[in-house]
């Protein structure tokens, strides 16, 4: 079993910054990539950014290009999403994913096994 622990969400300003960590633990061994998603209510997760784990690959949902940097550390079993120039519309929960195949590939919910709690981010006008 994995996992997965995210923090860092709370309250901001538009255009400030901010960012999120998130921690795996258990049997990470065969982690093919990491990725965020996020979601407000009503609507389905939506794809923010993903990397690959032991190998390089860095990807991002296209409207996320720009202002939102993925990250990791593998020696702490990290990943990070570096959020600048926060609008209201980036309001959600922010949820950390792993996966062991990217079977549906990366952008889609369904490739990830398993899931942290989420932590919210909430930008105010």
């Known amino acids: 079993q994995v996992q997965l622990v995210e923090s860092g969400g709370r309250l901001v300003k538009a255009g400030e910054s901010l960012k999120l960590s998130c921690v795996a633990a258990g049997r990470t061994a065969d982690t093919w990539a990491m990725g965020w998603f996020r979601q407000t209510p009503g609507k389905e997760r939506e794809w923010v950014a993903a990397m690959r784990w032991t190998r390089s690959g860095t990807y991002y949902g296209d409207f996320m290009k720009g202002r939102f940097t993925i990250s990791k550390d593998n020696a702490k079993n990290s990943l990070f999403l570096q959020m600048n120039n926060l609008r209201p519309e980036d309001t959600a929960v922010y949820y950390c994913?792993?996966?062991?195949?990217?079977?549906?590939?990366?952008?889609?919910?369904?490739?990830?096994?398993?899931w942290g709690q989420g932590t919210q981010v909430t930008v105010s006008s």
């Open positions: 994913g792993l996966t062991l195949d990217a079977e549906y590939g990366l952008g889609h919910a369904r490739s990830y096994q398993y």
